[in-house]
């Protein structure tokens, strides 16, 4: 895989990531915890793919095999970082979202009973 295709790669699956992190946020919303789960275990894959190509340009690096940072290579990661932050506060946002859930479900149960 030549640079360029690394790079483009790095994007897409950091692109692809974030796009799972807020479909999961989207279905936790829903109470949809088991398909919020799923969207994050699909969002860990992009991302891991992501971090890959990144640790194998760093790996090159320390080898000895300078690798030219361009505004492109900024850019990878860029989303690569944002995707990992994305991804940190939303499972947050989630844990948030299933306590909500359950206290909503716990008054329910007490205006019923």
Do not use: C
Not at 18 to 44: V, W
Not at 65 to 79: C, F, N, R
Not at 80 to 108: F, G, S, Y
């Amino acid at each position: 895989m030549d640079y360029e295709q690394l790079v483009f790669t790095i994007i897409s699956n950091a692109g692809d990531g974030k796009s799972f992190i807020f479909e999961a946020l989207s279905h936790a919303r829903n109470g949809e915890f088991n398909l919020a789960e799923e969207k994050l275990e699909a969002a860990n894959d992009s991302l891991n793919k992501a971090h890959d190509k990144q640790t194998n340009l760093l790996t090159q690096e320390a080898k000895g095999d300078k690798t030219e940072i361009g505004l492109l290579m900024i850019h990878a990661q860029d989303h690569l970082m944002n995707a990992l932050l994305a991804k940190d506060l939303v499972e947050e946002m989630i844990e948030t979202q299933k306590q909500l859930h359950e206290l909503r479900n716990q008054r329910r149960q007490k205006e019923i009973g």
